[in-house]
């Protein structure tokens, strides 16, 4: 069984060694993302203080993660070579990954679905989420669920992001 459901400071031990795949993956095919020591197990505390960190657990098994957030991103302020389709309220999604032998199973778009679960019961009707330019099966993954590319923005530490955003239906 599936299911979704906020992090526990006890999922910590689960979600680490899912980074160190992602983290893996990328320094293989050349992507510069995660590769900072970001994200990390006190950036991890910070999103379950906040209340925005969940996980997708299998069988009692941590097989995935994200950041949900029902809030305006300041690296999102200013877009470049593009514009964001509306300037209403939004939520965002960020730190999103699956465990390496559970891929190709639509785990991530599932929990993009409950994100926008999230953001349609708090009345908001925008998603935005980010990633790195060379990151294409992430790409890949925000075009099959209906995000539209909208241009570029930057990080705190000024390395550049391309961004999208969903317009949710009712």
């Not at 599932?110 to 980010?130: F, P, T, V």
Request: net charge negative; proline share 2%; glycine share 8%.
């Amino acid at each position: 069984m599936l299911e979704v459901r906020k992090t526990t400071i006890e999922d910590l031990e689960k979600i680490m060694p899912i980074v160190e795949e992602a983290r893996a993956y990328f320094k293989a095919h050349g992507i510069d993302q995660w590769q900072n020591g970001y994200p990390n197990y006190e950036g991890f505390l910070e999103d379950i203080k906040n209340n925005g960190s969940y996980v997708l657990v299998e069988d009692k098994d941590v097989v995935g993660f994200c950041y949900i957030g029902l809030h305006d991103d300041p690296n999102y302020s200013l877009i470049e070579e593009g514009d964001w389709l509306n300037e209403e309220a939004y939520g965002v999604i960020h730190r999103i990954a699956i465990k390496n032998a559970k891929k190709g199973n639509n785990y991530a778009s599932l929990l993009l679905q409950y994100a926008e679960k999230l953001a349609k019961e708090k009345g908001i009707s925008n998603l935005r989420i980010d990633t790195h330019e060379k990151n294409t099966s992430m790409q890949a993954l925000v075009k099959k669920n209906g995000y539209i590319y909208c241009g570029r923005v930057y990080m705190e530490d000024h390395s550049p992001r391309i961004a999208f955003q969903k317009i949710l239906e009712d």
